[in-house]
């Protein structure tokens, strides 16, 4: 009986989509039989859910691959502005009680002559209440991503989709995990479902579906490869670009907030995904895991944006992948063992562009 085999993409931002569509592409070349677009089931959730749905969708793999690696390639054609758009509806919406509470704490503390009285604090209370719910919104996002879609002939629909899709979010006020494809969840549009999955706070702002509002908890949402035991699936291939960060050269400390934060939602991301794994495998489940080198992801602190950055995470997933799939192929690893996929003779790696323009 044929496996039912399942590709889970947990998140990672632009630079982690990246190493997923590199690792895939050094897949598909890597193993005899294998076609990327053509598994059973999609499981994605932040920047890995605009991937898994250009898969679900029947993308080749190879031609978004080529794609990035050429600056000039208008295939997916995103930019800055689609993803970074302050959401201007969000802070009509909070700055006028913002001043009136900052306006009003600030009185107090110049009445008061003494410790911060009760009226400060309450002041205070207020002026934390009325900050934005999220800096950016992903309206713009949706947008581009519609269009890409309607280009490339991919359905916005889950009862259209080739392949099953099943994209992860949760429910802003009860904190239920929501499955986007899966019974009354698959009548979302597949674009709105990936903002929502997308939707990491205080960045961007929670994403409105019918009367909810949906949001990315971050490590919280990395249940991919149990929602892929929970269909069916016999054997698991993960993609996850999130892994702790390890460097010899001076402390993550001294990169600041931002690097702190990303390293505490790696860890709790990584372990999380980790113990899924585990537990799938005891299950009787083929899993293959396929992460970068933890000294590696520095990679993935540059600007995706340019063109330097993104060839580095492009060409780096596809040969630390071809190096993983040749190591799993000598041991005999159990995911090659029960989908009969081979090692085929190399492929030279897609070159690069002979300029580099923009």
């Known amino acids: 009986m044929k496996p039912k085999i399942a590709v889970c ?3 990672g931002g632009a630079a982690g989509a990246m190493f997923q569509i590199g690792a895939l592409a050094a897949l598909e070349d890597a193993l005899d039989g294998l076609e990327v677009s053509n598994f059973d089931l999609y499981v994605g959730s932040s920047g890995g859910a605009s991937v898994a749905a250009a898969l679900a969708g ?31 509806g969000e802070w009509r919406r909070t700055v006028p009680a913002f001043i009136a509470a900052f306006s009003e704490g600030a009185g107090a503390l110049m009445r008061g002559g003494g410790p911060p009285s009760a009226a400060l604090w309450e002041q205070l209370d207020r002026l ?16 581009f991503l519609e269009e890409f879609f309607i280009r490339r002939g991919v359905p916005n629909s889950f009862f259209a989709m080739p392949r099953p899709l099943r994209i992860l979010a949760h429910d802003l006020e009860s904190a239920e995990l929501r499955l ?48 892929a035991v929970a269909e069916g699936a016999d054997v698991l291939i ?29 860890i709790g991301s990584w372990r999380a995904l980790r113990d899924q794994c585990r537990v799938a495998e ?30 580095r995470i492009l060409e780096y997933a596809y040969r630390h992948c071809r190096a993983l799939i040749v190591q799993a192929a000598e041991a005999q690893h159990p995911v090659l063992a029960r989908t009969g996929f081979s090692l085929r003779a190399a492929r ?5 562009p002979a300029q580099v323009r923009g």
């Not at 050429?70 to 959401?87: M, N, Q, S, V, W």
């Not at 900050?131 to 947008?143: K, M, Q, T, V, W």
Request: hydrophobic share 40%.
């Open 348 to 352: 030279s790696e897609p070159s690069r």
């Open 180 to 227: 986007f494809g899966s019974g009354d969840a698959a009548e979302v549009p597949v674009t709105r479902a990936c903002i929502a999955s997308m939707a990491i706070p205080p960045f961007f702002s929670p994403v409105r579906v019918g009367d909810r509002h949906y949001i990315n908890p971050g490590g919280g949402q990395i249940v991919h490869a149990e929602v």
């Open 282 to 311: 005891v299950a009787g489940k083929a899993v293959l895991c396929i992460e970068p080198e933890p000294a590696e992801s520095l990679l993935f602190f540059g600007n995706p944006e340019s063109f330097d950055v993104r060839r």
């Open 128 to 143: 934390a209440d009325a900050l934005p719910a999220g800096l950016f919104s992903l309206d713009g996002y949706e947008r």
């Open 9 to 11: 993409l947990p998140g």
């Open 238 to 266: 993960v993609v996850n670009p999130l892994v702790p960060l390890r460097t010899e050269r001076g402390s993550l400390r001294d990169r600041g907030l931002l690097t702190v934060t990303n390293q505490a939602i790696r």
């Open 58 to 88: 029947g993308l080749p793999i190879q031609r978004i691959y080529r794609a990035f690696l050429d600056p000039a390639d208008a295939y997916f054609g995103l930019e800055r502005k689609h993803l970074l758009r302050i959401d201007f």
